[in-house]
T-cell receptor, first 116, second 114 residues
Framework: ETGVTQSPTHLIKTRGQQVTLRCSSQ?????VSWYQQALGQGPQFIFQ???????GRGNFPPRFSGLQFPNYSSELNVNALELDDSALYLC???????????????FGEGSRLTVL | AQSVTQLGSHVSVSEGALVLLRCNYS??????LFWYVQYPNQGLQLLLK??????LVKGINGFEAEFKKSETSFHLTKPSAHMSDAAEYFC????????????FGTGTSLTVIP
């Protein structure tokens, strides 16, 4: 069984640039969630995709956007990067909707973004 | 609204001693509760979950947690700490009407002293 994989693992961008982070969900999972984890903080929900549709969004501005593909992999896009966007971005997959009923979130190891 | 409070951002215990990590939640509807562990430079791994079955939940690596509705708590315990338990621990809550969103606490860093 293949777990959740994320790429890239580390990247450095400058303020104002755009970034795309990628996630392959665990085999058989149809739901992908993205979380932002700032240094010393717990993960904060960005949004979730279920069967290629956005299905819930946290308190993040529209410059955070995403996609889910037919194979359930996903992308997180962030435009006009700000210094405060520096964080670990975690992708989590799960089966069914909502995760709270079907089980837990399975996390990847994250993409660490540094904005200079 | 849902939220999680983890009391104590840093906890130190001696090897072999009891581990107690505290978590209190706020939820207007019956919650689903989770404990996750994060090792350095890694993602989060599930330790255990409460989904309205037994109030005492056993997880991996000897950890367990008890759901106490009257106290709105879900504290994590382990009878005897091991060096390999040193990590960051996160409590999280999800509810059925917003079950697509997990709310995480700010985490507790556990140090195990040899």
């Amino acid at each position: 069984e293949t777990g959740v994989t994320q790429s890239p693992t580390h990247l450095i961008k400058t303020r104002g640039q755009q970034v795309t982070l990628r996630c392959s969900s665990q085999s058989g999972h149809n739901t992908v969630s993205w979380y932002q984890q700032a240094l010393g903080q717990g993960p904060q929900f960005i949004f979730q995709y279920y069967r290629e549709e956005e299905n819930g969004r946290g308190n993040f501005p529209p410059r955070f956007s995403g996609l889910q593909f037919p194979n359930y992999s996903s992308e997180l896009n962030v435009n006009a990067l700000e210094l405060d966007d520096s964080a670990l971005y975690l992708c989590a997959s799960s089966l069914g909707q909502p995760p709270g009923l079907s089980g837990e979130l399975f996390f990847g190891e994250g993409s660490r973004l540094t904005v200079l | 609204a849902q939220s999680v409070t983890q009391l104590g951002s840093h906890v130190s215990v001696s090897e072999g001693a009891l581990v107690l990590l505290r978590c209190n939640y706020s939820s207007s509807v019956p919650p689903y509760l989770f404990w996750y562990v994060q090792y350095p430079n890694q993602g989060l791994q599930l330790l255990l979950k409460y989904t309205s079955a037994a109030t005492l939940v056993k997880g991996i690596n000897g950890f367990e947690a008890e759901f106490k509705k009257s106290e709105t708590s879900f504290h994590l315990t382990k009878p005897s700490a091991h060096m390999s338990d040193a990590a960051e621990y996160f409590c999280a809550v999800a509810v059925s009407n917003t079950g697509n969103q997990f709310y995480f606490g700010t985490g507790t860093s556990l140090t195990v002293i040899p």
